[in-house]
């Protein structure tokens, strides 16, 4: 059943903002939620941003036929096809925001930008796509520890890896956005902003005027993004992270439009939670270590997962990949912040404990 949906019929249940239908947000926008089967963020919404020369988007989707055909669906209720897209606005390369519009690009009109730090991401995932090497987030699992994880994450993915996407998905935008670039609409003025850490080019968008933050994953209103876990991995991915949310203080406060979950009042009030978070996740880890050296699989084993403190050993070998990492992370703002060391030993693992005062 598709329908319109006011703002405020959303409210009281926690999915029901992907729920397929077209939620109308008011001055020709409109928050478009396409499914993600098999994943648990269950949905990605599309922000269509409408007007009489065609319909720009802000994210795409991932390049299934379901989402295919529910965007069709949409776009349809507001009076629109797939050719009058004009733009493809992508927040970062993860497949589930950037390969709809590369395969919807493949047969129709519509130009897409994507943050030019990703580059560097673009060229890892063709590396991995042809064999070259391992994706970043496999390849650091033995340095931190996690060895044995590596190799059951490696049989997990060992099929999908055989028979990767197809290379289409993964051709390059038609523009590399450099932060600060102005993306004139007919109806609206987005400017882009680089806020590396859940990717290292993730961009936002932000419509000054219109009070509206096109969020991606940098903002999400129920969870905290995955930090980092990207084909080209950086030590700093948190540290960026923690950077890209206080950035958004320095902008005026405006309505959050997350790529997962739904449209809320103040882009401020949910970056203030994710720093606090964060802070909380900090200490913690740091007690963690403190009785170091400790690797980021052992840290990661000492601290309890989700919102419902779930034991390390509970997850599957995806989600333990993911705590592992996410643990490396708070590990690697911990030495930046002066409050751990890390040496690495023969082996090439990396070991962090207290520094020792004197
Ligand atoms: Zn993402």
């Known amino acids: 059943m598709e329908y319109v949906t006011s703002r405020a019929t959303a409210k009281d249940d926690r999915n029901a903002w992907a729920e397929s239908g077209v939620e109308d947000l008011g001055g020709g926008l409109y928050r478009i939620p396409l499914p993600l089967p098999n994943d648990g963020l269950t949905a990605v919404n599309v922000y269509a941003i409408t007007g009489e020369r ?26 629109y096809g797939l050719p009058d897209i004009r733009n493809f606005f992508i927040t970062h390369i993860h497949q589930d925001h950037y ?53 059951q994450v490696r049989a997990i993915l060992a099929p999908g890896l055989a028979n990767p996407a197809p290379k289409l998905e993964w051709d390059d935008p038609d523009r590399w956005l450099a932060d600060g670039a102005v993306i004139d609409l007919p109806s609206r003025s987005l ?42 991995i950086t030590r700093q991915a948190l540290s960026q992270y923690l950077g890209s949310l206080r950035l958004m203080l320095t902008l005026p406060d405006s309505r959050l439009l997350p790529a997962h979950g739904p449209v809320s009042d103040s882009t401020h009030a949910r970056v203030n939670e994710l720093l606090a978070h964060h802070e909380t996740r900090l200490a913690q880890t740091l007690e963690a270590a403190s009785a170091g050296p400790v690797t980021a699989f052992a840290a990661a084993a000492a601290l309890p997962w989700t919102r419902r403190k779930r034991k390390f050993t509970d997850l599957d070998p995806m989600n333990q990949l993911l705590a592992v990492g996410e643990t490396a992370a708070h590990l690697e703002v911990l030495v930046v912040r002066g409050q751990l060391i890390r040496v690495t030993s023969a082996e090439g693992i990396d070991l962090y404990s207290l520094p020792e005062r004197s």
């Open 191 to 232: 400017r882009a902003i680089h806020t590396p850490g859940h990717t290292r080019g993730h961009v936002v968008f932000h419509d000054e005027a219109g009070g509206l933050l096109f969020a991606g994953d940098h903002v999400l209103p129920h969870i905290t993004p995955s930090i980092g876990f990207q084909p080209a």
């Open 99 to 151: 390969t709809l519009a590369v395969q919807l690009r493949s047969t129709l009109r519509g130009q897409i930008a994507l943050g030019e730090e990703e580059r560097t991401n673009m060229v890892a995932i063709r590396d991995v796509a042809q064999g070259r090497h391992e994706p970043g987030f496999i390849e650091m699992l033995p340095a931190l520890g996690a060895a044995e994880l590596a190799r």
């Open 54 to 79: 065609g319909v720009d988007l802000v994210d795409a989707g991932m390049a299934l036929d379901q989402a295919r055909d529910r965007l069709t669906q949409a776009l349809g209720q507001l009076g």
